[in-house]
Nanobody, 124 residues
Framework: QVRLVESGGGSVQAGGSLRLSCAASGLTYSRYCMGWFRQFPGKDREGVAAIGSDGSTSYADSVKGRFTISQDNAKNTLYLQMNSLQSEDTGMYYC??????????????????WGQGTQVTVSS
C-alpha cells in the first residue's frame, strides 16, 4: 500500500522555524518527483516547493529564501525546512508524489499521490 505520511507541523511564533517530514512507503521513492503544497482555509491548495528527478528544485515566490526542500532517498523521506515563518504561512501542509522522470513541479494536477497533511500555525 502506497502511503505518504507528513509530520513535523505545529505552532510557532513568527520568525521561528519548523521542519516538515514526509515518509513514503510502498513505492520506489527514487522514481518519484516530490512536492510540498499548502492550503489556507477557504482557499485552493497551492504549490510551495518541489524537487525533480535530477534533484533540481522549484519554489513559490512567497517562500523563496525562507524554505528549503530536500530529500533522503535512503530513508524514503522528503523534508521542508521552513525558516522565518510568518503568520501568512499558517495552513495545512501536504506532500505529494508523481511517478516518472520530471522537472520540479508546483502544479497540483501533476501529482497523483497525497499525504493527509500536517498543520502549521504561526502566531504573530
Amino acid at each position: 500500500q502506497v502511503r505518504l505520511v507528513e509530520s513535523g507541523g505545529g505552532s510557532v511564533q513568527a520568525g521561528g522555524s519548523l521542519r516538515l517530514s514526509c515518509a513514503a512507503s510502498g513505492l520506489t521513492y527514487s522514481r518519484y518527483c516530490m512536492g510540498w503544497f499548502r492550503q489556507f482555509p477557504g482557499k485552493d491548495r497551492e504549490g510551495v516547493a518541489a524537487i525533480g528527478s535530477d534533484g533540481s528544485t522549484s519554489y513559490a515566490d512567497s517562500v523563496k529564501g525562507r524554505f528549503t526542500i530536500s530529500q533522503d532517498n535512503a530513508k524514503n523521506t522528503l523534508y521542508l525546512q521552513m525558516n522565518s515563518l510568518q503568520s501568512e504561512d499558517t495552513g495545512m501542509y501536504y506532500c505529494a508524489a508523481s511517478s516518472g522522470w520530471c522537472d520540479p513541479m508546483l502544479l497540483i494536477d501533476e501529482y497523483s499521490l497525497w499525504g493527509q497533511g500536517t498543520q502549521v500555525t504561526v502566531s504573530s
